[in-house]
């Protein structure tokens, strides 16, 4: 791995899932929602999702998205190249709220 490679995968010593076990990230149904909950604390998620998104990683809990979740940003945006930018282009901020639910207006 060049130098450039093991800069832009720096963040990974700081990911707050770095010593928990795989097994409870790579989760299915309910259980994927327990997972990200680590991932909403963690000062690296935002770096975290764009690796899965950028890699099309189908499978486990990547910057507290789901597949299910990634699958559907990635069908949403065909387009993007490079999530990091995309998401640096929206700023840190946005990238929580790709993931929030929507609200529901109150009427």
Known sequence: MGAAAE??????SKALCRGKDPDALFVRGAKQREATVI?????????CGAEAL????EFGVWGGMTERQRRA???KNPEVASWTEYFDKRNAASFGQQLAPPLKARG
């Open 7 to 12: 800069n832009d995968r720096a963040w990974v």
């Open 39 to 47: 991932c909403r604390r963690c000062p690296v998620m935002r770096e």
């Open 73 to 75: 940003l990635l069908k």
């Open 54 to 57: 950028d890699n099309r990683v």
